[in-house]
């Protein structure tokens, strides 16, 4: 009896002593293995049990950085390849940069690799970039806001050094793709121009100039820049069935836009089919003479075109802004 | 207004009628712009009639008080003044910092009404400037246009120009400030220089340059000029319309118009230095090129030159353009600056400059802004546009580019629609002559019926008397247009055109006729109640401190401390230095503690706030807080850290549920302390429709100095360092026992060591008690 329980002491020890030895070794193991991993691709690929045992188990003196998502086009979440494309970014980065070291690491778990991480941690969206510290457990600041910060590289990095004082220089891979879109098009344009060369007159073709000048005109003044900067949903869906026009005069739909864009177009038409009716600008009275009732038909197509569609414009406008007094033809 | 828009009509027709009397369509040409002068001055006064001839707004007030230093003082003070109320402790080079145009301009006109013994104060030449330059507006642009296409359009575009929203709106009386002059200089010098490239005399030329001279003086906006005219001609020689008359007026306009707009010190050698002026440098060598090649050209017309001209040209477009990039990487020519690099890649400020981003005029432009500002004009100038180009010569080549460039702009930034707004102007004035010119032509066949209650004037009964005997009662209108469409196209045109004129003054009373400084709210009974609180606290200011004591304050509010307050700020409206600005909004960001240690580095024995809650004025610090957060993040990452005042959801509030961070800060605090007012439950804020979440504090550092009637403005005193951390004596217990009670009484002092240490006892006089500064007293 007495040797026994000394033989269980003893048995005991050992154990505690050796899973003393491994816990020990577990770290320096677990960060070699990570920088393995990290060297052959830079964001570690998690399932349940790496993410236990590298991110969830004790003994850690390093962060982690896990991207939760879900990549699958089964799921269609468009947003996620954007997130991990910038989160390459930002992992590379890193990877390569000057200031690589063993405190810091990038994962991912997709949802169908690791949907029990998901419940585990109580994650119903996708996509996540969440910190986990080196000590203690992650706050609610610990995981990234996309909404405020954005979803650009330079926004994970301000994130990252923010939560573990790591600073981490962007550098983006030079995006040929512009250069390349824009040899393109001058190699076309260019080569179009030499295949033609002996017949260039489509160059001073003035109606071709004209309608791009004025399609420029409308893109600009419905407000497509601002659509491009703010980037705005193409329209609103609500209960009550969808709204195309944005309620305030500080924001407004793609849609919208392009509403606009047509009824300014449609003024502008009908002005334009106006002044041929009446004659043009060449001012040809033999011509003006004929014809008269296919012009004055002509004339008033222009002329409602003009009325009703500003008068819808001025309506639109009216629904935007507070306390607008004035409208025509329509409330 | 009405003026305007009934003087619309007749001058389309007068050209028909009157084109053998020329003293008549002058005498119509002469009052069509006095009258929209006359429109374009009323529109502009409702701020003066409602308020009182004030100064607005920010900017104005530095323009303000530099005028009035340079009236006092005279030109070379002015040139050489340095600042020392502004900036502390850098100070500012006014004279090396300014567009000194506007300020020059009105000191003439004060010198030379003074010179008529005519005592008129210089804030009423300030205020009433930019009305007065709104009619010059109005003529160069009718220059401007006639010069394009006619006379008729030329009126049309000066009577829009004068009564626009997107012009009126920066230059309404009270507004004091550079735009309100450039738009004239920018209007004429186009002008002039469509002048000089028709006729291509060097008298134009020259011309051409002293205007483009003033709009250096006048506006940084000059950088749009200096790279449209080379744009213009660079376009003119891709398309083969290279002449005599081009290459003598832009070298000519060139050479002068860098000489003399390196005169002015704000701009100095930046011409040459610098990329956005590179494009009018490489043109120019461009031109050289391209005319010895024509010379060559003209030596020998036969044989291959056609080629060669083609081929030469373009090399030495590339060589130019190679030669600057180089010259750029070499660093010999400055990069483009952020605010110029933003126009182009429209994300750069927002990641980069965050002190850009933060001006509400450098968003973009949605398009009920657009049609806010010019309303008819928006969807009626393409038609100009197209007819321009489908009619082109020279100077429709320029004002399409002109167009096109600036429509632009004006997408990227709201604050350039100033720069649109004239061309807008140019080309809606040309497609309404184009239409009612038509229109209107075949009066001699069948007089509109509509004519005589449309039209008032005086010729309009002559131009009946010689029509009728031509008249042709039915047969005329079977071939024509015909008496109804013609009459209903006039008609309409005229409900137009008056929503328009009814637009700009609804737009301008409503929107850009409020001097910002006094503001006015209305009752439920439609009583208008002023709100002077501003004047009030600034007014505290000058009577209240002492002559040098410096004001922190966020830099919105710089200008007017320093104009109305007299006193010295640390930041202003002119943000050139964003360390500075970054370290006020650190302070601002930080809690008290840490905020007094940067106040007494920086040497603050006031801090202003403008608090909002009690009214419900939206403009106020805490909504802009979030700025003065990012712009002390991009400078101290350490210390400041946007997400630490939002609330975990990633809300911006004030109320309970804010966080820690936001709760603490100095900018918090100084707008709640003591807030007791808004209705109920008292200390209700009605901005933010929340109940602050910290109340009932104290401050220790700070101590309220003064608040005005209502809570708009807040000024605190900062304690100097022996004042704060003082337990309170009653004066009874001012002497001092012989045992320890002192440092019994200092248990949040400096610690046990006191009791060791012996001091000296003087007889009557209370002990110096030293505090320490405590983290958070609450």
Known sequence: MKYKALLCLVVILTFYQGAAQTRAKGLEEKLQQLADMTAKKSIIPLNFNKFKEYVKSPPRDYSFIVMFTAMAPARRCAICQHVYDEYMIVANSFRFSQAYNNKLFFGMVDFDEGSDIFQMLRLNTAPVIMHFPAKGKPKPADSMDFERAGIHAEAIAKWIQDRTDVQIRIFRPPNYSGAVAFATLFLLVAGFLYLRRNNLEFLYNKQMWAVAAVFFCFAMVSGQMWNQIRGPPFFHRTKNGPVYINGGSHGQFVLESYIVAILNGAVVVGMILMIEAAGGVKGDPARAQAEGKRRRFQSVVGLVLVCVFFSLLLSVFRAKTQGYPYSFLFK | ??????????????????????????????TVLSLAWLAGF?????????????????????????????????FYNFL??????????????????????????????????????????????????????????????????????????GLFAACFIAIVPGYSSRSVAGSYDNEGIAIFALQFTYYLWLKSVKSGSIFWSICTALSYFYM????????????????????????????????????????????????IPFVGFQPIRTSEHMAASGVFALLMAVGALKYLHSLNPKGQWKQLLIVGGFLAAVAVFLVVVLLTYMGVIAPWSGRFYSLWDT?????????????????????????????????????????????????????????????????????????????????AGIAFSILLDLVLREDEMCPPPVESEESKSLYDKAGKLKKRPHETP??????????????????????????????????????????????????????????????????????????????????????????????????????????????????????????????TALDVDYVLVIFGGAIGYSGDDINKFIWMVRIAE??????????????????????????????NCLMYKLSYYRYDSGGSPPGYDRTRGALPGNRGFKLTYLEEAYTTEHWLVRIYRVKKPDEFNRPRLPVAKRTISTTNSVSKKLAIGPGTTTSKRRKGLLKNKPTVVKGKKVARLE
């Not at chain 2, 009405?2 to 119509?28: C, Q, W």
């Not at chain 2, 400020?349 to 933060?358: E, F, L, R």
């Not at chain 2, 991009?634 to 936001?662: C, L, N, Q």
């Open chain 2, 42 to 74: 009323a529109s502009r006064l409702f701020a003066v009639i409602r308020f009182e001839s004030i100064i607005h707004e920010f900017d104005p007030w530095f323009n303000y008080r530099s005028t009035a230093y340079m009236v006092q003082h005279g």
């Open chain 2, 1 to 30: 207004m009405p003026a305007t828009a009934v003087a619309k009509p007749e001058n389309g027709r007068n050209k028909g009628i009157f084109h053998n009397t020329a003293g008549f369509s002058t005498l119509i040409t002469v």
């Open chain 2, 634 to 663: 991009g400078e101290h990452p350490k210390d400041i850290h946007e997400a630490d005042y939002f609330t975990e959801r990633g809300e911006y509030r004030v109320d309970s549920e804010a966080s820690k961070t936001m709760l």
């Open chain 2, 474 to 599: 039915n047969g005329a209108s079977e071939a024509g247009l015909g008496m109804n469409v013609r009459s209903g196209t006039l008609i309409a045109f005229m409900i137009l055109l008056m929503l328009f004129s009814v637009h700009c003054t609804w737009a301008t009373s409503n929107a850009y006729s409020s001097p910002s400084i006094v503001l006015a709210s209305y009752g439920n009974d439609g009583s208008r109640r002023i709100l002077d609180d501003f004047r009030e606290a600034y007014g505290w200011l000058s009577q209240n401190t002492a002559e040098d004591a410096r004001i922190m304050s966020w830099w919105d509010y710089g200008y007017q401390i320093a104009g109305m307050g007299n006193r010295t700020t640390l930041v202003d409206n002119n943000t050139w230095n964003n360390s500075h600005i970054a370290l006020v909004g650190k302070a601002m960001a930080s809690n008290e503690s840490a905020a007094y240690s940067i106040m």
């Open chain 2, 80 to 153: 050489n003044w340095f600042d020392e109320r502004a900036w502390y402790p850098l100070g500012r080079i006014v004279g090396g910092t300014v567009y000194p145009g506007l300020m020059i301009t009105s000191g003439t006109i004060h010198w030379i009404l003074h010179a008529l013994n005519i005592p008129i104060h210089i804030r009423d030449i300030c205020v009433f400037l930019a009305p007065v330059f709104s009619g010059l507006t109005a003529i160069a642009t009718y220059l401007l246009t006639s010069e394009i296409w006619s006379r008729g359009a």
């Open chain 2, 216 to 263: 250096v003086s006048a506006w940084g906006g000059y950088v749009f000029i200096i790279n449209l005219i080379p744009l213009h001609v660079f376009v003119l020689l891709v398309m083969g319309r290279f002449s005599q008359r081009l290459f003598v007026s832009y070298t000519v306009f060139y050479i002068i118009g860098l000489l003399l707009s390196m005169q």
């Open chain 2, 347 to 427: 994300a750069y400020a927002k990641i980069h400059i965050p002190i850009i981003a933060s001006v509400s005029e450098h968003q973009p432009t949605t398009w009920s802004s657009f049609f806010f500002d010019l309303h008819v004009l928006v969807c009626t100038f393409p038609v100009g546009l197209w007819y321009c180009i489908k009619n082109i010569n020279d100077e429709r080549v320029f004002v399409a580019l002109y167009a096109l460039s600036a429509v632009y702009f004006a997408g990227v930034m709201v604050r350039l629609m100033l720069t649109l707004t004239p061309v807008v102007c140019v080309l």
